[in-house]
């Protein structure tokens, strides 16, 4: 079945480093992928989205690219700041758009 | 615009206890979705549904009720509560057409004693 691959948390960074979270999957067909954002005590925000190989998306200085040789959507920022400071959840979207498939998230922590 | 609205934000239910979980929407959106977190985990889908009359299990349904008489209110029924019920409860929705986008609610937190 459909399964998402994410690096274990937390990670701690200081602000300003570079950021890396890995994300890996196993799908059939061709899944949308997506990174959500889940702040402390609120639901989930949708970050970003791949629909197709070799899509980059992209917001708020974060940025992930679908790479389907190696079945990879890494997210990744170049300076992360303590406004980042939350849990990361990578998912893949299947069947015919109702089967939402999460990772079990990374926890960042980004101190001063 | 509230978006998709859940109350209560937090229950502590007895085992063998009833009770439902509300979950609205302001969008007009077909699809609605509940999902549970676990500590540690992704997030599980139990119930969805495509529109009002029409609801569809998902990969953790036993335990759970729903039902859609409604565009905006998709409710999520447990009819005998069991410690492992204990979770947060999460309800989104997205539009039918336009993108496959789903717009989370804050959760509910339930707590099975």
């Known amino acids: 079945g459909d399964s998402v691959t994410q690096m274990e948390g937390p990670v701690t960074l200081s602000e300003e480093a570079f950021l890396t979270i890995n994300c890996t999957y196993t799908?059939?067909?061709?899944?949308?992928l997506f990174w959500y954002v889940q702040y402390p005590g609120e639901g989930l925000q949708l970050l970003l989205k791949?629909?197709?190989?070799?899509d980059k998306g992209s917001n708020k200085g974060f940025e992930a690219t679908y790479r389907k040789e190696t079945t990879s959507f890494h997210l990744e920022k170049g300076s992360v700041q303590v406004s980042d400071s939350a849990v990361y959840f990578c998912?893949?979207?299947?069947?015919?758009?109702?089967?939402?498939?999460f990772g079990t998230g990374t926890q960042l922590k980004v101190e001063l | 615009n509230a978006g998709v609205t859940q109350t209560p934000k937090f229950r502590i239910l007895k085992i063998g206890q009833s009770m439902t979980l509300q979950c609205t929407q302001d969008?007009?959106?077909?699809?609605m979705y509940w999902y549970r977190q676990d500590p540690g985990m992704g997030l599980k889908l139990i119930y969805y549904?495509?529109?009002?009359?029409?609801?569809d299990k998902g990969e953790v349904p036993n335990g759970y009720n729903v039902s859609r008489s409604t565009t905006e209110d998709f409710p999520l029924r447990l009819e005998l509560a069991a410690p492992s019920q204990t979770s947060v409860y999460f309800c989104?929705?997205?539009?039918?057409?336009?993108?496959?986008?789903?717009?989370f609610g804050p959760g509910t937190r339930l707590t099975v004693t």
């Open positions: 791949a629909t197709k190989a070799d």
């Open positions: 989104a929705s997205r539009p039918g057409t336009g993108g496959y986008e789903q717009y």
């Open positions: 549904s495509v529109g009002a009359g029409i609801t």
């Open positions: 998912a893949l979207l299947t069947g015919g758009g109702n089967k939402l498939t």
């Open positions: 969008m007009n959106h077909n699809y």
């Open positions: 799908a059939t067909g061709y899944p949308s």
